[in-house]
Every structure is written in structure tokens, then in C-alpha cells.
């Protein structure tokens, strides 16, 4: 079979491997689609921690070709979505029920061979069964969403209150589509660019922001602003370090930040501790999806998030490799690999 391997910090090429077998617990899947997330890029420059060689992809879903002897809950045929994120069970972090900082984790895609491949195994306690009917192509985007699930219920939204979304990538269109499920009334997301910034609000954004019009504390905090006060609840979904400064200064006193994109590994930002300190702000990090993916492949199957104007463009294995490798072109949101792409 085809499959995009990482062999080296920069090196990566689509190589003819064999055909994996599942093992008693799992499933092998054929992938139907699995996306291009920013830690791919990461991975791909030695940003983020992985183990070469290895095959990337850790947002996929497809169709059950064969399980194990040992698999009970699943058959060929079922449509599936994977949590690509596995957890030892048994370390002090996952007994405390925190598996997202197991200090073992393995994850699909990073660590073990993942979706950019026309076929991967996944043990059966990570699968998630989709409905047969669904656009195969959503499947690949119940693990961002799971990420954001987990984000959003840190942030603790209260009906009736006012968020702001910095980056108006894949995350952050989807957090204001969640922070709008979670009662929120007032949800402005900020971003560059001006066709994101439309999309937010045909997806629930009650106001937009260009963050190059002006001071972005003063357009949204100033005695003019759309939030004189602040808000009640800042998600940081860019992962840069402009957007991570910027965040606790747009929060009002005694607000929620919650960091849910992800930098690159090593890199420092400056923060004011005082200013935490004095207006009792709340920092909150938010790291993978701790019991979260359950509930994004609900979502995602009941057509409560909207996801077609989030798929910037398909693409198949071949292609792959050079769109990983390169920055996303302006625009885009989403790039979906289709190893069976027509």
C-alpha cells in the first residue's frame, strides 16, 4: 500500500509499505479521509516531538476492512473515526483520570503509523462507530473538534456570556460554533483574513475583527469597543505568540484565557504576571481530548457543527508530501487527504 512516511526532521516521501494486519484488539481501517493539521507541520520541522519513521495522520476516519479475533464491538463495513491519542492506563496521571498527560502516550500518527496511508490499524477502545449514511469526508474532522470540545469545557461558558476567538483557522471556526452551543451571546473572532472572517460569522460569530485595523485591545476593550469591559472568556486557537500576549489583555477582570493552539516546541512568549495577578485572570491550558472524542463524533453525526465550509480543497497520497511540507496557502482551513481519491 501508498503512505506518506516521515523519515527524518524535513524528510518525508510517500513510500510503497506492506499492508498491515490487525493484531487480536484492533481494527484495519481504509481511510476515507484524514487531514492536515498545523502539527503535522510541526512534525515535519522538528517542532513537535515524534518517533521517524513513521507514517503521519492523526485526524481520519474510515471504513472497518477487518478486525482481530478479540474485537467484539466492531465489523467490517462499519465507518469509524479514531482517537488517535492512546493512553497507558495505568501511569499516576491516567489513574487520576487525566489521560491526555498519560506519561506514556502513544498517538496515531506520531508515534505509530497513522492516516496519510490508504490503510491503518486502530485498536478497537480508540474507535468511535460513525453512521453509514455521513459524508465520509466529516469523519476527518472529529478529532480537531474533540480538541476544542476540551478547550471549551475548560473555559467553563456560561449562557448569556461574551467570548472571543483568536485565529480563525480550523479551530477557531469551529470553537465559535461550540462556544455559540454553550450559550454564549456575544462571539467575536479575530483574524487577518477577510474571507475567515465572513465564514465566522455565517458559522454563529456575532462580530468580526481585523487584527491589522488598529490596536486590537483598543478596537475590542476600548471605551468604543465592541467589549468595553472585556470578555468574559479569551480562547487563543492561532498558536502564535503575537495572539498569546494579546490574550490576557482582551479578557475582563476575574476572565477565562484558555490556550488551545499549538507553538512550536522551545518557543517563549512574554506574559505580564502582574496583570494576572491584579485582575485575577485565569490561564488555562488546554492539551489534546481527554474523553472528548465520543461526543465530537455525536456532533458531527447530528449535523449540529457545520463542517463543508471548513474542506478548503481535497488531495490525494501523491500530493500529500509537498502540502504537508509547505505553509497552507492564504485561505485555506482545511486540506483533506483522500488516499482513494478518483
Known sequence: MKAVRLEATGELFLRDV??????????????????ICGTDRHLFLGEFPSKPPVTLGHEFAGLVEAVGSGVTDFRPGMRITGDPNIACGRCPECQRGRVNLCRNLRAIGIHRDG???????????????????????HGAFCEPLACCLHGVDLADID????VVVLGGGVIGLLVV?????????RVVL????AEKRRLAESLGATATVDANAGDLVEQLTGA????????????????????????PALARRGGTVVILGVMPQGVKVGIEPFDLLFREIKLVNSFLNPFTHGRAADLIASGTIRIDPLISRRIGLAEASEAIGNPAPSGEIRALVVPHLA
Do not use: H, M, W
Request: charged share 20%.
Open 115 to 137: 492516516g496519510f496511508a490508504e490503510y491503518v490499524i486502530v485498536p478497537q477502545k480508540q474507535a468511535f462507530v460513525l453512521p453509514t449514511d455521513i459524508d465520509p469526508l
Open 177 to 185: 460554533q461550540l462556544a455559540r452551543l454553550a450559550g454564549a451571546t
Open 159 to 162: 449562557a448569556g456570556s461574551s
Open 18 to 35: 506492506a499492508k498491515p494486519a490487525p493484531g487480536p484488539d484492533e481494527l484495519l481501517v481504509r481511510i476515507e479521509a484524514c487531514g
Open 190 to 193: 479575530v483574524t487577518r483574513s
Open 224 to 247: 468604543n469597543g465592541l467589549l468595553p469591559a472585556g470578555a468574559d472568556v479569551v480562547i487563543e486557537c492561532a498558536g502564535v505568540a503575537e495572539t498569546i500576549e494579546q490574550a
